[in-house]
């Protein structure tokens, strides 16, 4: 049986929407469905099995709007046998102290739901002070840095997603 995979992100976002975009093109657009973030419902997620979920990190290391008003049915979920890869956008220099927040608070709701968290990545390259992201010496996810590291989001992208097609399995 094949796996189904969703990658969920909001459709009115500008930045978040051209890293989903990339990661959509890169993954392979037969292979995976778009979710809008905004219109997410408990049936949705259990439709699928695997997850790709874009958490940028708002203000000072909060989630989005519209991941925040969902936190509660989440919560009510059981996410066994459900693989979950996340995926944010911060900024190290303007936000150093809490990069890509929204990362691990995204994690961290989702392991206490049941759910597993895959595709972890390496601090090599990035710049910054602290982040709920962080898990020893790695990450819970990817955190693109759009505006300081635009250039490597394309290899950083492609090497995730190898990963994480041998994670979904």
Known sequence: ?????????????????KV???VIEAWGKTGIE????????KDVLEKYDNFIL????WFDGELPNYWDEFVPVLEEMDLKGKKFAIFGLGDQKGYP????????????IIEE???NVVGHTSVEGYTFESSRALRGDEFVGLPIDQENQARM???RIKNWLEQLKKEFK
């Open 1 to 17: 049986m094949n796996k189904k995979t969703a990658i969920v992100y909001s459709f009115h976002t500008q930045k978040s929407k």
């Open 54 to 57: 874009s958490a940028p990190t």
């Open 20 to 22: 989903s975009e990339k």
């Open 34 to 41: 778009a979710v809008n973030a905004e219109e997410l419902s």
């Open 153 to 155: 989001t394309a290899g």
């Open 97 to 108: 102290e809490n990069f890509c927040d929204a990362i691990g608070i995204l994690a961290e």
């Open 113 to 115: 739901c049941g759910g």
